[in-house]
């Protein structure tokens, strides 16, 4: 029966490699960062860091979950990674929403809303969409839209969540430069926040020490703010490739993540330039 399943497509046998995780490596960047669980994931020749990674913070999502529970996603390519291979659950009552609301710039498969409703299927829970843009084009046309019921309710529940999920950007990382070409800066207004920021996390960009870096461009987003965010119980954080250290370093700095899920790449390049700010200081 099983071969004749197989056969004819109903049953798909999938050979899945151990995560590993570095524990040397991972024990490191805990003393480092002062982060609560960090794990950092070596790669499987079958597959690519991403996949790796984002294998690890499924399973550190899985873990996580208790009934009732509301997640709130952000977006992108790493946050994409980790709801593709969270397992289906049982838990009642749960609830996934937004951090923030659509970039109009970036594929459809990892916007936040597409993220979303893909993690609502896998867990059997409830989605609930922010309809809204990420980015607008003034503080007027962000405190409207935040005055409507629908947005306002949305917003409120994300703000109340029990875990959040989310990709770290950093200075130079090609979803960083996604998320700056929403705002539309001028070429000056561009150059002075290149050079500032270290990284950003759902469309809030922070400087190396976690502070935020612009109010006008703050006060462009709809979605948690960094503080908002940091508030949440639970904040996943993930990260892979040498050009993330910078954005992990100042979330850090800034409170912003409890469980961090990265690469080796990573998490050397993290240790490198710790290092180099401790020297700096001391100096």
């Known amino acids: 029966m099983l071969s004749d ?21 991972s024990s490191q960047l805990h003393k480092v960062l002062n982060i609560k669980d960090v794990q950092v994931i070596g790669t499987d020749r079958s597959e690519t860091t991403l996949t790796s990674v984002g ?7 899985n873990r996580a979950l208790k009934a009732n529970n509301t997640i709130a996603i952000s977006w992108g390519r790493g946050v994409e990674a980790t709801v593709v291979e969270v397992a289906s ?17 970036v594929a459809t498969s990892v916007s936040a809303e597409e993220l979303g409703r893909t993690l609502a299927q896998n867990l059997n829970a409830q989605f609930i969409p922010l309809l809204s843009p990420a980015v607008v084009s003034n503080a007027r046309t962000r405190n409207t839209l935040l005055n409507e019921d629908s947005i306002a309710q949305v917003l409120e529940i994300s703000r109340h969540a029990d ?3 989310v990709g770290i950007g950093s200075h130079g990382s090609s979803s960083s430069e996604e998320v700056l070409k929403q705002f539309k800066l001028t070429k000056a207004e561009h150059e ?10 759902s469309a809030r960009f922070y400087d190396s020490n976690g502070r935020s870096l612009n109010s006008e461009m703050d006060n462009r987003v709809i979605g948690m703010t960094l503080d908002e965010l ?3 119980p639970h904040v996943i954080g993930i990260a892979a490739g040498k050009e993330k250290a910078m954005g992990v370093l100042g979330a850090a700095r800034a409170g912003l993540v409890d469980t961090l899920v990265t690469d080796v790449s990573c998490a050397t390049e993290i240790l490198k330039l710790a290092t180099a700010a401790k020297e700096a200081q001391s100096a």
Not at 55 to 61: H, V
């Open 192 to 201: 002075k926040v290149a050079k500032t920021y270290a990284g950003d996390v």
């Open 230 to 232: 940091a508030a949440i």
């Open 89 to 105: 659950e049982t838990l009642p009552g749960l609830r996934v929403t937004q951090l923030m609301g659509g970039l109009s710039a």
């Open 163 to 165: 875990i959040a999920l």
């Open 55 to 61: 294998r690890a913070a499924a399973a550190a999502l």
């Open 5 to 25: 399943a197989k056969r004819l497509g109903f049953v798909q046998i999938k050979i899945v490699a151990p995560i590993t995780r570095h524990e040397s490596l």
